[in-house]
Every structure is written in structure tokens, then in C-alpha cells.
């Protein structure tokens, strides 16, 4: 059984590698969806507009569903404007771009909607 596990764990700790994104990447998506959101014609990346409004959601449930890993999201909070905040962040911070995408959005929610204390 134990066997089982170290194929398993050792599965986890390769598969970052064979898709690894960081914040350069996902600020061409997110600008993608900002493009697509606001309707501006510009469709060229509409798989990448859909990573970026896909893992901001995911991202955004992980938090509203127990753990808040500090972010508090107040009423009304659309994904429209978590993409905005997420962008706004990577290009306001181009020293953190080499971070993974995911540890990236978290920074950008808990600055945005910090929880108080």
C-alpha cells in the first residue's frame, strides 16, 4: 500500500512540470479576457480568455467554499472584476511574474479583499 502512495505523490510532484504556468502567461490570458469581456473585437485568444476565467473561478470557489486563505470577498464581487484585479496586480508587480499562476491570483485576492482582523 505504501507503494501506492509514493506513485501517487511522486505523480504529483512531476505533473506541475509538464504544464507549469507562471504570471507571465497568465497575464496574456487575462488580458485576453479583459478583450472578450469588453467586447473590443480582439478574439484572438479566446482558449487563453477561458484558462484565465476558468482558474480565477476555480480559485475564487476554493476561497468561498471554507478555507478564505486570508481573502474575504465582499457582496457583490463579479469574476469581471476579479480578472481586472488580477491583472492590474501582475502588471503593477512584473518581479513576481516568474510565481506560479495560481499563487498569483491568491496574492491578488488577499490584496484586493484582505479579511479583517
Known sequence: MKFVYYICF???LILPLTGYADGNALLTKC???ISVQD???NYDDLLGAGLCIGLIQG???MITAGNTWGVCFHGGVKRSQMIRVVTQYLRGNPKHLHYPETALVLIAFKEAWPCPK
Open 39 to 41: 467586447d473590443n473585437g
Open 59 to 61: 480559485v475564487s470557489e
Open 31 to 33: 488580458s485576453s479576457a
Open 10 to 12: 511522486s505523480i504529483l
